[in-house]
């Protein structure tokens, strides 16, 4: 099934209120290609849904945590969103103890969609800002 470029844009917003922000890992079926490759998963993680489900679960043991769009340009199958993470630290990350600090970052995310599901996702998360505000107390 393709879609059009309202069809797409929606799709993905959807995709990032019900998956990432209600962690509804469930619904994984009904967005993700069953060749889905995810290019930005950490190199301990399967590129595929099961690595997705696991850095989901890692990111909501670590932290409160709500994804906004801030932009999005999307065209047919492909879609790119500019996105902010607002983020309350409830559990240990990357070795540092959980402080119930309020911090933010910002990155973007790319998906191509094939057959109506999404085939591939890149992102680009500035994970050093993170650790910034959480190793120095700063937030933003």
Known sequence: MDMNTD???????????EVWNQQQTDKL?????PAYIDHSLPAFL??????????????????????TIEDQVTEEDKSIVKIK???????????????GA???????RF?????????????EIN?????NQLTRGKTS
């Open 7 to 17: 069809q797409t844009r929606k799709f993905i917003t959807d995709f990032i209120e």
């Open 29 to 33: 079926g009904e967005y993700l290609h």
């Open 46 to 67: 399967t590129p595929d849904h099961l690595g997705l489900i696991k850095w989901i679960q890692a990111l909501s043991r670590s932290f409160s945590h709500q994804t």
């Open 85 to 99: 993470m607002r983020m309350i630290h409830i559990g240990e990350w990357r070795g540092i103890q959980p402080q």
């Open 102 to 108: 309020e911090v933010s970052t910002g990155g973007y």
């Open 111 to 123: 998906y191509r969609l094939e057959d109506g599901k999404i085939r591939e996702h890149w992102a």
């Open 127 to 131: 994970g050093t800002a993170l650790e």
